[in-house]
């Protein structure tokens, strides 16, 4: 079983929608989760951090953890083209573990 | 903003030769952190570093792989003998705090291509 595991993508929404990024993991020791976005060939940028159960929003993303499913995800309302990347799940235990990402694609 | 910097951005290197990689990390963050990605693949933990000790390894870590911080503001990554497989980005990532909630900024990366 994968430590982080993500929902297998592609996963294309056309402009405008909501994008649903789901992530589960292993480790009921982590106690920290993030999201990263990455485009081809560059680091990974933070998106999001969340710890606690619940719903966190921050401008057009929201994360939502749910640490009795050990479940995460990362909703992306009026998704834009500017969005299409890999996004990347972390769950932090001291070292991050990552998911293998979901590549998303946005069209016009 | 305070942002973690790498050197080199690419590094061509023959089999078998030793690299070093450089990484600044964010001037007041105590917590180092090297990962690997290689081409198509997931990042990879491999080693994190703090008051001059390596915290916590993985098994990608191996004796061929060292850490140091040479001075007060570089963190290196040293592969002694590289290997065709080695060829990766490497990303230095710094932490503030090393609690289970801190927050790792990650640098640009640094592009290893072993031939």
């Known amino acids: 079983q994968k430590e982080v595991e993500q929902n297998s993508g592609p996963l294309s929404v056309p402009e405008g929608a909501i994008a649903s990024l789901n992530c589960t993991y292993s480790?009921?020791?982590?106690?920290?989760f993030f999201w990263y976005r990455q485009y081809s060939g560059k680091s990974p940028e933070l998106i999001m951090s969340?710890?606690?159960?619940g719903d966190k929003e921050d401008g057009r993303f929201t994360a939502q953890l749910n640490k009795a499913s050990q479940y995460v995800s990362l909703l992306i309302r009026d998704s834009q083209p500017s969005d299409s990347a890999t996004y990347l799940c972390?769950?932090?235990?001291?070292?991050?573990?990552f998911g293998d990402g979901t590549t998303l694609t946005v069209k016009p | 903003e305070p942002e973690v910097t790498q050197t080199p951005s690419h590094q061509v290197t023959q089999m078998g030769q030793e690299v070093i990689l450089r990484c600044v990390p964010i001037s007041n963050h105590l917590y180092f952190y090297w990962y690997r990605q290689i081409l198509g693949q997931k990042v990879e933990f491999l080693v994190s570093f703090y008051n001059n000790e390596i915290s916590e390894k993985s098994e990608i870590f191996d004796d061929q792989f060292s850490v140091e911080r040479p001075d007060g503001s570089n963190f290196t990554l040293k592969i002694r003998s590289t290997k065709l497989e080695d060829s990766a980005m490497y990303f230095c990532?710094?932490?503030?705090?090393?609690?289970?909630?801190?927050?790792?900024?990650f640098g640009p990366g640094t592009r290893l291509t072993v031939l």
């Open positions: 969340i710890y606690s159960n």
């Open positions: 972390a769950a932090n235990a001291g070292k991050s573990t």
């Open positions: 480790d009921r020791g982590s106690q920290s």
């Open positions: 990532a710094s932490s503030q705090l090393r609690t289970r909630t801190d927050t790792q900024y």
